[in-house]
T-cell receptor, first 112, second 113 residues
């Protein structure tokens, strides 16, 4: 795959596990996003890294922790999740100033 | 906070007919309005977008119209085909941000053969 890639594509974890989701973009973008997609709900922005700025949705629980070591890589660290955190987690990238966002294929997360 | 309302949540049309999906936004400073298509099991992909200095934009069978006064915009698909079946999302730029979008809840479009 080219563009925006995400690993793993599927993840099943228990509530006591710690795992990380990875996103990588090869488009030369300078903004990266984590979204949560649940059935019949709007895409929920969790975190944005744009240039030197990080923006977070204050409603996101602290059990989700992002990391952006450089403009091409983005991680979402997960710990002590709840069953209601089961969803599709989408990464996107874009150019700050253009608003257009390119999505990765997503990670389907199931919390048991 | 700012929001985008999208209607209908489900739309079923006969193959060959037209489909219209409508969105209303609240942020008067929004200036960018994209539409994304998400097929089952796939990622959302941009299909068309419009900026606030334009009232209408067309690309083959799809078109988007924008009414800034009323703060609503619509997606029009003509001569629908089975491959148009998907979930469509509208979004509006968050006015003060040059990189954030506010999303609608999506419309599931079903094309009946």
């Amino acid at each position: 795959e080219t563009g925006v890639t995400q690993t793993p594509r599927h993840l099943v974890m228990g509530m006591t596990n710690k795992k990380s989701l990875k996103c990588e973009q090869h488009l030369g973008h300078n903004a990266m996003y984590w979204y949560k997609q649940s059935a019949k709900k709007p895409l929920e922005l969790m975190f944005v890294y744009s240039l030197e700025e990080r923006v977070e949705n204050n409603s996101v629980p602290s059990r989700f922790s992002p990391e952006c070591p450089n403009s091409s890589h983005l991680f979402l660290h997960l710990h002590t999740l709840q069953p209601e955190d089961s969803a599709l987690y989408l990464c996107a990238s874009g150019l700050a100033g253009s608003n257009e966002q390119f999505f990765g294929p997503g990670t389907r997360l199931t919390v048991l | 906070g700012e929001n985008v309302e999208q209607h209908p949540s489900t739309l079923s049309v006969q193959e060959g007919d037209s489909a219209v999906i409508k969105c209303t936004y609240s942020d008067s400073a929004s200036n960018y309005f994209p539409w994304y298509k998400q097929e089952l099991g796939k990622r959302p992909q941009l299909i068309i977008d419009i900026r606030s200095n334009v009232g209408e934009k067309k690309d083959q069978r799809i078109a988007v119209t924008l009414n800034k006064t009323a703060k609503h915009f619509s997606l029009h698909i003509t001569e629908t085909q089975p491959e148009d079946s998907a979930v469509y999302f509208c979004a509006a730029s968050l006015g003060w941000s040059n990189y954030q979008l506010i999303w609608g809840a999506g419309t599931k479009l079903i094309i009946k053969p």
